[in-house]
Structures are given as C-alpha cells and as structure tokens.
C-alpha cells in the first residue's frame, strides 16, 4: 500500500461506511415506503392527484293527459375555491363579474382569503357559451343542480306541491312520489391533469346517473284552469272563505281537475300562507246537508222499504222530531219519493229513513264510502266520520238522512255520486295515470278498480232520474244547461260551531254530472260560508258548476250531447236519414259520423321521434315525419279535435 492510502484510510473507511450506511437506510426506507405503508401513501397519492364527483341525476317530470308538462328542471350552478390555488385571480374576477350580478371586488376579495375553501356565487343559471369559459379557469370547482319550476304557477299547485333547495320533494306529488321521481346519483373520478386541471380518464371508475321517472296524471290542464278560474269567480262573488271543486269521469275514476282557493305559486310557495298550499278537496272534512239525501233514498229503495208512488206527510213544512224542531225551505203537504229529493224535503226524507232503520241506513252510508279514505294516493286525505250505530241517538237516523252528524270531503262526495252516474259502482278515483322511465318503458299503469256495487241497476237508475228531475224542476234548476241532462243534487248546511248549529253559517254544495243517460263529466263544488243568499246550494254552488261544465262543453269537441230518445246501447256511428239521391251529394264526414272516435292531439313537442310516434300512435291518429332529431312543430297543433286515423305532421330538427 502506498504511503497516501495508509495515511487517509482511516478517513476512507469513515467514507465507505458513510456510504454503505447511506444506501442501506435508503433502500430501508423505500422498502418502508413501498411494502409496509404502500397503500397509505397511496391513498395520499390518489387524494392528491383524483377526485370523486357526484354527478346528480334528472329529477323525472310530471305531465297531464295530454303530455302538457306540468314541471320543467332548471339548470343551476354553484361555484367554489380553493383561493390559495388559483393563479389567474384577476382574470376569473372579470369573468365572472360579467357573467355574474356580482362585481370584480368581491370575487378579487374572496379569490385572495386565506381560506382554503370560499363559495363563489350559489345556485345561479349560467348560458352555455359562459360555461365553457368558466371551464378554463384551473381550480375553479363548478357544480351543477337541477331546480324545479312550475311552468303554470297557480294552476294544479295543491296538488303537485314542491320540492327543497335539495331537489327532494316535500308536498303534494312531489313528495307522495319523491321515491320514483328523484332518480339516483351517478359518480366519476377525475384526474388532475398537467395543468392542473381534473378531467375525466377512460381507465378510472365512472357510473351514469339514473334520471327519475316521469308522471303522467289523468289532469286535464284545461279542465283545471277552467276549475280554478271559475272557483276563484265564484269565491269573490259569494264573499266565501274558501270554495273547492272536483271534476272526474264517473265512468273511470279518472280525476281530471281538482283544486281549492285560495291557492299559491309552488314557484314561491314561502310567500304564502300554509292554509293556501293544502287541497281542501282531500284535506277538509264537513256536513254535507241534503247531498247525503242519496244515501236514504237509494237504501230505501234497495230494501224495498218504500215504493216510488208513495207519498209521505212533510207536515206543512214544519215537525217535531224526538223534540227537535225540523224544518223545510218551503211548507210541503203530501210528496212522493222522488218529489221529496227534487224539492229537497227535510221532512220528507227523515220519514223514508225511518222505515229504512239504522242498521241499513249505516250499511249504505258505508257502501257509498262514507267514513273511509278513497285511497288516492296523497297524504293529508281525510275519512271523513260517520259514528258506529250503536253510538247513535233516537235523532241521528233522521239527522244523518238529511246530511248532518256526518263529516265528508269532496272528493268521497263525488265518489259517492259517481256510483249512480255510472249505474250501481263504487269505482277508485286516481290522479296518476301512468310512471315511466327515461326510456319510455311504463312501470305502472293505474287500471280503472271498481271497489264494489252499492245497488242493482234498476234501483241506481230510479235514484239517478229523481237527480235528474232536481235539475229540471227542483232546488238545481241553476245547474241545468239546455241539451246536456244534468242531473245532480244541491246541499245546504248549518255549519256546527260552539256545540250548535249556526244560523249564520252554512256549506253550500252541488254535485252534478252530464249527460245523465250515459254521464261523462261529474263535479262537486263546495262553498264555505257564502252570503245569503247565495248560502243555498241551488245558489251558490250549483251557478259554479253550470259555468264549469259549460266551458268544458264549448271546449272539449270529444264530449258530445246526449241524442234525443237515445237508447242504451247506441251504434257507433250516426246515420242521417236522407233518400239516396240526397246521401249521394252530401260529404261522407256528414253520412258517417263517428261519435265516439273524436281525439285530442297530444302535444309532442320536445320529444324525441320514438317517443313522438309512440304517443300520437297511442291516441289512434297517423304519424307523418319531415326532418330528423326532436320534434319542433306539429301540424295541426296540440289540443285540436280530429278523427281517429287523421295524420299528425311532425316537424324534426
């Protein structure tokens, strides 16, 4: 060894080592590093790097018979950022000063916090074209929620309800059906990219948000506006707290209108008092007075306890019954059965209950549906009440008979009625026609359900001309529209207020239904305390419906007036009686009139062209296309009359 390594070996031994020792502790620790806290600073590593975002789904919409929406989701958005990794401060200030109510000194004071986190602007609605400059910006967090909106404001509102700032509804259908409209959220990860920014990977995880499915309802949203329009009317002329209203098909159970006023804007539900946001038509129970007078006749007839010749001592218009001074609206000798409900008899009607008995007075004020909840389907229906017999007095027979001792609401009033509009059923009314997913798939489809029959035919028939005859010389003459045959029955009662019956205070109802050879279209109104005179159901209710039904009438070609002599069973078509000379020049529309295949064009405008013909292809009308991609325009345009096999021109782009 040479003199200069015996002098530094020492020291390069000392280095050796150093440097063994280096390399071991090295490798010792990316041993530790890699094998025993891999997967920890793995997890730094992804935190650092990806990001999971919750891609949130459609909320699915509601529609009317007619596939009008009765819902729209709005696009809003919610920006936000980690101020100490955003480098172009000013740049995003300016932009976002212009696409924003806000001005560049609040975002510049916000962009330079020393937090790590600051909200931007919430829940505004930005253009597409802003968007995508805001996407430049590196750091700059953008979210995007669906906020509801009511394209119709006031109308139908009580009964679709609204959602929260979170999209979740919280009344009326959108709470009833949160379950199917609200969809589920989707996710992605995001990798940060060379510049910062996070962007989506073909390799990482990402699941699709499943949009809600959408509601089609057995609305009609003309029918509704009509409804709360004359409601409204009505309510101011009468001086009335509150008046409600339903129309449906007796037929089906199909609700097509329903509503109460004073209403709100779902759009601005806070703005309004909560009385407002309640359907009173399900909610508010009351004595019906002199509608439940249906409930004695058709019991009477049904056991056989009365025949229709009979007639019955209304005592001059004034009894005492058990000590209780009962009265009519007018002094009444001798009437028969059917005299008795025309002319609305207190008397009358108390004396037919009497030979009915409690017990099958009872058993038919329940066949009607009295005392149960007709299961609609949205929260706040109310049974109504109806005692068990044997809590009943000497007087209740004779005080439920006329409509008093008993609570109701609306919609179980026209549920009752429609049994002897349709012929004897208890038929379950439905708001929702159908659900379907966002590809069009139905997954459930309401079915009209006939609960059970209250009364043979023949008896329901007899009830069913008595209504008719209220109409036309009875307390309903205000409800009667020439060469419709409505038939109905108007209800008039002391509200019970402080343990008694007010002489101030009253009910007023109508419920009628058209035409009543084969009805179509029932209604129930209700005012809540009217001024005299129009306290009386043949006053104040009754003028409500008769406006109703007319402007549906005027406006709905699809439901036609009764024929003259018409029969049960009629042919579906109408020929005119002409010599043949005759027949041969009229137009074939004249000779042959389909009656019963008149359509409504349903409007699908927005829709994609599997959906469009799918729908109009639904209502028994031709699909012709001009165009591709989602329908623009169709011709003729929705809502007009035409007849089955007629063409629907559908413009796409």
Known sequence: MTKSYTKYKSRIRFVSLFIILFWFTLCAKLFSVQVFNGQKHKKVLIAQSQRKEIILPERGNIFDRNNDALTRNISHYTLSVNPQKITAKKSLANALSDITSGTKEQYLKKLNSKKKFEFLVRNIRINQSDLEILKTFSGLNISKQFHRFYPHGLIASQIL??????????????????????????????SKGWKGKFQNRSDLPYTAPLNGNSIELTLDLNYQSILQQELEKRLKETSSKSAMGVIMNPQTGAILAMASVPTFNNNDFSKYP?????????TDQFEPGSTFKIVAATAALSEHKINLSEEFNCENGQFNYFGTSIKDHEPY????TSQIIQNSSNIGIIKIAERVGSSSMYKYARLFGFGSTTNLGLDGETPGKIKPEKEWSRISIGQISMGHEVAVNTLQLATAFSAIANDGYIVKPHIVKKIYGPDDKTKFHNLTKVKRKISTEDIVIQVKKMLRKVVVNGTGTEADIAGWEVAGKTGTAQKYIDGKYSNNHFISNFVGFLPSSNPKLL??????????????????????????????????????????????????FLVLKKNKEELKSLPMSLSTMNIEQRIKVPNVIGKSLKSAIK?????????????????????????????????CTLNLK
């Open 274 to 282: 909560l009385d407002n946001h309640r359907c009173r038509v399900i």
């Open 161 to 190: 309800g609204y959602t929260d700032s979170d999209d979740n509804g919280i009344s009326g259908l959108e709470k009833d059906y949160n379950k199917y409209l609200s969809g589920t959220a989707g996710k992605s990860i995001k």
């Open 333 to 336: 000798e001798f009437l028969n």
């Open 615 to 647: 729908r109009i292809s639904e209502v028994g009308l031709r699909v012709k296309i001009s165009g591709s991609g989602q329908v623009v325009s169709q011709t003729p345009r929705p809502g007009r009359i035409l007849n089955k096999n007629d063409v």
């Open 523 to 572: 209604s129930a109104i209700v005012l809540d305390e009217p001024e005299s005179p129009m306290h009386w159901g043949g006053q104040g209710a009754a003028v409500a419906f008769r406006r109703i039904m007319q402007r549906i009438i005027n406006m709905d070609d699809t439901i036609v007036p009764p024929l003259k002599n018409q029969k049960k069973a009629e042919p579906k």
